[in-house]
């Protein structure tokens, strides 16, 4: 298991930040690396939603976790071509609403299993660039949520 995550301060309320992030369709505006995401089906715990990566990769996520207004997660599952079932990603969205100065403070935390050790290898070089990654959406989402 690989596990990465950051944290934000964003100056909106609680309720403004779900509304962006609990959208499947909201995600390619936010979530550095998504070119594309729709619902298949369902809404809430257990809705099913593809979410295309900008390289072309298609992964199937369903949600596991889901706490109106400051939880959402999901679990993705690489599908196409050479897909390994074993191989999987969660992402996590936690907001707390912070009264002490204003606004939510977001967490997003990213895990992966990989699928074998040349694989957990291969992620754990890169782990810098998911970082980064998980900087530019906090950003981005700082930006949409400013917007409302």
């Known amino acids: ?24 369709e909201q995600l390619p505006a936010w979530l550095a690396g998504v ?6 089906s369902g809404e809430g715990f257990g809705r099913r939603q ?3 990566a900008g390289r072309g990769a298609a ?13 959402i997660g999901w679990r993705e599952r690489a599908k196409g071509a050479g897909a390994r079932a074993e191989a999987r990603t969660e992402i996590y969205v936690q907001l707390t609403s912070d009264e002490e100065v204003g606004g939510t403070v977001v967490r997003l935390i990213v895990v992966r299993w990989p699928a074998g050790p040349v694989k957990a ?11 980064a990654d998980l900087e530019d959406s906090l950003a981005r989402l700082t930006d949409l949520a400013a917007v409302g």
């Not at 298991?1 to 499947?24: G, K, N, T």
């Not at 290898?121 to 970082?131: E, K, T």
């Open 59 to 71: 992964h199937e996520a369903e949600v596991i976790a889901y706490q109106e207004p400051t939880l």
């Open 121 to 131: 290898a291969l992620l754990r070089l890169g782990l810098r660039r998911v970082g």
């Open 1 to 24: 298991m690989i596990l990465v995550e950051r944290s934000a301060h964003v100056v909106a309320p609680v309720e403004e930040v779900w509304d962006v992030v609990q959208r499947a």
């Open 50 to 52: 593809l979410v295309q």
């Open 35 to 40: 070119r594309a995401a729709e619902v298949l």
